[in-house]
Structures are given as structure tokens and as C-alpha cells.
């Protein structure tokens, strides 16, 4: 498998970007009525998530629907951005499916974009697979993309997947395929997890899911941080990055964390879209697609006020 | 929801297809070594299988592997089954995806290719989802493809999926859309559930998965089978199917239950299509897409001495 990344072909005298690492939102996507996607508010809350202090967007993953979009949209979703003047190295999509055809699609697209790399779901349909598959899995999405561009990182959700990287299997995947598989996005919340990824591949860009274990991880070497409740809450994560080292740093932690706890009852997609509706005072932003459900009015009110009394 | 199916456009003069009875295999999906679809293969598949005695073919669903193919493989399958000389009313398509747009792509192209009626997996990517978000899927699925000529089977597989159809929503489905919810094929091998629902909802279509619960099912009215292994055994299924009330039935259950339980320690998907390569002498036809993984050659010796012992 070593001579894989050598058979690419040339990136046309583009260098590689550099791993990724700081505070990577995973935007939400706004909907209307008919459930398009609000593009207007959508780039609007993109821009202004940058402007707040993210280094860049983990758009198209959990928190965005985006397994709830059809392939088309997301493309449509990363060009609109683009075109919007966000800068594709400040885009770290989803591009995993069940299907190694679909994947390669949405991959070479994203990378033709010049994103700065891809979040690589597990092909998610079939239960109890092996490290073998998932090894020959990616290994075929790599060899089909076929562009030296290409930086992927693993998006380890169990709890959606079922599937989890193994450490042993992102060992040989970081050794056979050192320029591609850069890092991987942990939502499993598993510290236990989180720190063998650390310990065993430094250099290895590791993103914690939740705000809550930020300051763990950087402490451990963590790149930074893809957060759902980001959404509502850059200032405050982002202050707790650049401070993880400074005298403040628990308080920063525990500020955050508090937040991110109130929410988590509701479930982080519908109760980061109401946060955002009440705020912007535009009820459509707690629009969720099916099969989620959007909060009742009851719900998105104990949500408000739970997030009051955390302070934020 | 009830003014939905008056809303859908009409038939363009057509009848809705009869619900599906019988045996309906779901056939497996033969590959090349670059992992493309050997159609020729797939098609000579096909027609032996309802040369022997199928009723059908449910194309498109776990045992042919459809979430790993892209969304154009689906769609060029079923034009080449039909393009071969394959009734359309002989087919009973997996069209379900996690997005409800390319769900509504791949539906709508199925409908206008005349088939049977679709089967639809619940949206698979998110868990603990609710029977309101389930129930909104599908109505949005169906007033999305609006055409009265869809007859939708619901696919249960909560072994894959995580998510059942609970028999209350099930039967919202067929209240409010009675001449589109027809039916479900249940491989859960839940037998309270399937019981359950063949009790509650008398002439909904019921399809359990396994030929070792065929007769059972037929005794409470089952509508027929949808089973991996048929496709390996079609004339002894069909024989069952045939002759459940017949004096020597539970023989003929004994029989192919025997030769179906040989199967399962070894996968199903891998399993049926190491039998496949053994008995064509073509070794690949034992070839799986990742993520799944192919027999080894010890695994193999092993099935075909199981299948042998089992008198298959």
C-alpha cells in the first residue's frame, strides 16, 4: 500500500496544506418551509462564526445534516461558501457515505475546491465490520481520489456508526498513508480513546468533539477542537484555546463546559438551531430535517433559560 | 396527511401493480476486481433465479450490497435488469437512503421504470430518532415523489439501522396512506414483532427474511419471503412456500432451515456468495465491496462442507 501516495498524480505545483488545528465549527444549516437550505442565513452564519474567532468550518458533518442532504446540496453547500469568499482552507467538510463511489465524488469535489482537508466518516451501513474492510475502504478512497492534495481526517462517531478507527488501525493507516490521513475528529467523547490517539501518533491531529475536554486534550497535544455547540459559543471556546495554558484556564473550562452541559439534554442538534433561532430572532433557524425532530416551544423555552443560568 | 395521495398526480392512465406475495429474492451483486458491477454475471443471476421459481427479485437491498454502490450504480441496475427482459413488476428495489432527496431520486426513477413497488430502509444515520421524525420522512418521501403508481414496502432492519418501525407507526403509515404503504419486509427475525404486526394489520404485506420463519409466518399470513440464502436455494424455498399447508411442510421447513443455519456463522452477503463461486466455478463471484470482507479460502471449505452436511 506504501507506493499508493507515490501513484498520485502531481497536485499541479499546489503544496499540501498544513494539518489543521485550532477551534474548526461544524456549522448548522438553516432550512426553510420546504426544507431548502437557507443559503442567505446559512453564509451569513458562516461568516459570522469566522468573524467570532473560528479558524476554520467542519461543515457537512453530524451537527450540519448533512447525511440528511442529498449529494447534490453538498456540493452545492462547499461551492456557495467558496464563492461567498470563505477561503477553502478555513473547509473541513464531511464527505463519507456508505459508498465508496458517492465518497470519491464528494472527496475529489471538496478537493478540487482546495478545502483543507476532508472529515472521512466510516462507510456507515454495515454492522460489525472488521479493521480489514475499513482499511480497504479508505485505502480505495485514497487510490480513486488519486490527488497529492488529498488530507484526511477519520470522524470516529460509535454512537452514529456503530464503527470506531481502532488505534490499531489508525497506526497503519498514518504509517501507509503518512501525507493523506492527518488526524481524526473524536466524537465519541471516550477520553480514554482520545488519549491512547495522543500518546500513541504524536503529530497526529486529534479534535475532541466537546469544549468540555479541550483542556484535557491540549494538554495531551490535541489540535483543537470541532464542537456542535461551537455555534452558540465561539468567543468563549475560542478564549479557552488560546488560554489553555494561562492561570484562567479552569475557569475558561468550566465556563464553557457549563454551557455545553445545558444544552446537551435537548440534543445538540435541535438545541443549537433554537439557541441561534431565539438569539436572531428568526424561528425558522430551529428548523431540523426529518427523521429529527425540531424542540416544542416548552422545550426550546427550558433551553433558554437552562443556558441563562449557565451563564451564557 | 390523508389529502396527500389525492394530491398525487395521476397515473397517466396506469393501475397501481397488485401488492407483492411470494418469493422474492434478494439478489446478490456479483463484482469485477476493480470492484465494478459485473452485469453480465449479475444478469444470468437474475434470470436463473426466476428461472428456478422466484417470484421476484428485491434487488438493490443489504444482501446486494446497494449501500455500497453509488446512486448511479442503483439506477443503472435496475435499467439493465430491465433493459435484459425482466418484468418491472418482478422487481422490488431498496431505494432508501439517510437523505430524503436522493431517497426521492432513486424512488422516482424506480416508479418510472414501472417496478413493483420500492423498498424503503428508515433514514439510517442518526439513532434514537422518534416515530414523529420517522413519520415525517416518509410522508415527505412520498408526497415528494408524487405518483400514485408507488407502492412502498417499509424494510426493517434494526440490526443495521438501529431503528425499528414500531408497529404504532406502522400503522399511521397505513391509515393515512393505505394505497401506498403496502407492506414490510421484516428481517429483524423478531418473531413477537412480526407476529404482531401480521395480527394487527390483516392484508398488510408482511416479508419475514428468513425461510426458517416461513411457515410459521404463513400460518398467521405472512405474504411471502425476502431471504439472503434464496439466493442459493430457490427451489427449496419455493417448494415451501408451495406447499406450507401441505402434509409434509414441516419437512420441507426442516429442510431448507437446515441449509439456510449452515450459512449464518459466515456472514450472509460473503457466505451466499462463496456458495455462488463454488457451484459456477467462478471464484469472483466470492468478491464483496468494502467494507465488507470476502470468505477466506479455509472459511469457504468450511461453508460448502456445512452446506453439504445440510444436505444443500
Known amino acids: 500500500m506504501l507506493e499508493l501516495k507515490h501513484a498520485a498524480p502531481a ?26 437550505i437557507d443559503f442567505d442565513r446559512y453564509l451569513a452564519h458562516c461568516r459570522k462564526l469566522l468573524d467570532e474567532g473560528a479558524h476554520g468550518l467542519a461543515v457537512l458533518g453530524t451537527t450540519s445534516e448533512a447525511n440528511s442532504l442529498d449529494l447534490g446540496e453538498r456540493e452545492t453547500v462547499l461551492e456557495r461558501l467558496v464563492k461567498a469568499g470563505v477561503s477553502p482552507l478555513q473547509l473541513l467538510p464531511g464527505t463519507g457515505t456508505p459508498s465508496i463511489g458517492d465518497t470519491v465524488r464528494l472527496t475529489r469535489h471538496a478537493v478540487a475546491l482546495g478545502v483543507r482537508g476532508v472529515l472521512l466518516l466510516p462507510p456507515f451501513y454495515y454492522k460489525n ?32 456508526t456503530t464503527i470506531r478507527w481502532s488505534p490499531v488501525l489508525v497506526g497503519l493507516l498514518t504509517h501507509d498513508f503518512p501525507e493523506t490521513v492527518l488526524g481524526l475528529k473524536d466524537s465519541s467523547g471516550d477520553v480514554d480513546y482520545m488519549e491512547t490517539l495522543l500518546e500513541s501518533y504524536p503529530g497526529f491531529a486529534v479534535f475532541p468533539s466537546s469544549e468540555s475536554l479541550l483542556l484535557r486534550g491540549m494538554r495531551k497535544g490535541a489540535a483543537g477542537l470541532i464542537s456542535a455547540t461551537a455555534n452558540t459559543n465561539v468567543a468563549g471556546i475560542r478564549a479557552l484555546y488560546d488560554g489553555w ?61 437552562a443556558i441563562e443560568m449557565a451563564g451564557g
Do not use: C
Request: charged share 25%.
Open 129 to 160: 465490520v472488521t479493521d480489514e474492510g475499513l482499511y480497504a475502504y479508505v485505502a480505495e478512497v485514497i487510490r480513486r481520489v488519486g490527488d497529492r492534495r488529498l488530507a484526511l481526517y477519520l470522524y470516529n462517531f460509535p454512537q452514529m
Open 11 to 36: 497536485a499541479e505545483g499546489e503544496a499540501r496544506p498544513e494539518a489543521a488545528s485550532g477551534l474548526w465549527v461544524p456549522a448548522a444549516t438553516p432550512f426553510r418551509a420546504n426544507l431548502a
Open 245 to 305: 495554558q494561562d492561570e484562567d484556564a479552569l475557569d475558561l473550562h468550566k465556563k464553557a463546559a457549563a454551557i455545553r452541559e445545558a444544552v446537551a439534554p435537548y440534543g445538540w442538534i435541535p438545541g443549537v438551531k433554537a439557541i441561534l433561532a431565539a438569539r436572531e430572532g428568526t424561528p425558522d433557524w430551529a428548523r431540523v430535517r426529518p427523521p429529527l425532530d425540531e424542540l416544542s416551544d416548552l422545550q426550546k423555552t427550558d433551553l433558554l433559560t
